[in-house]
Nanobody, 123 residues
Framework: QVQLVESGGGLVQAGGSLRLSCAASGRTFSRYAMGWFRQAPGKEREFVAAISGGDGTNYADSVKGRFTISRDNAKNTLYLQMDSLKSEDTAVYYC?????????????????WGQGTQVTVSS
């Protein structure tokens, strides 16, 4: 079992930055591929970024070049650095874990989810 708790969301102006964190429980964090997803009002939850157990990364085209996913295995923590934020980035952001080394872009392949943190970008 893995428990995930996100933090770092908030209100920011367009063009600004935020860093999200996701604290994970358990001693095998380093073995899990981790991902960030987001859900805007009235829309389905969508993939944002993922990082493998070997630190390989994958990004949605909409955030490529603006967001950076990273992990600190010593702290059992996943991060999402978000720069050059746009109003369309407004959503609830969720971190997720899957019991596998490699990343996945499909939410159904992630078994563990956090409760989400709200990010609001004002234009």
């Amino acid at each position: 079992q893995v428990q995930l708790v996100e933090s770092g969301g908030g209100l920011v102006q367009a063009g600004g930055s935020l860093r999200l964190s996701c604290a994970a429980s358990g001693r095998t964090f380093s073995r899990y591929a981790m991902g960030w997803f987001r859900q805007a009002p009235g829309k389905e939850r969508e993939f944002v970024a993922a990082i493998s157990g070997g630190d390989g990364t994958n990004y949605a085209d909409s955030v490529k070049g603006r967001f950076t996913i990273s992990r600190d295995n010593a702290k059992n923590t996943l991060y999402l650095q978000m720069d050059s934020l746009k109003s369309e980035d407004t959503a609830v952001y969720y971190c997720a874990a899957r019991n596998a080394w490699v990343v996945a872009l499909t939410r159904s392949l992630y078994a563990y989810w956090g409760q989400g943190t709200q990010v609001t970008v004002s234009s």
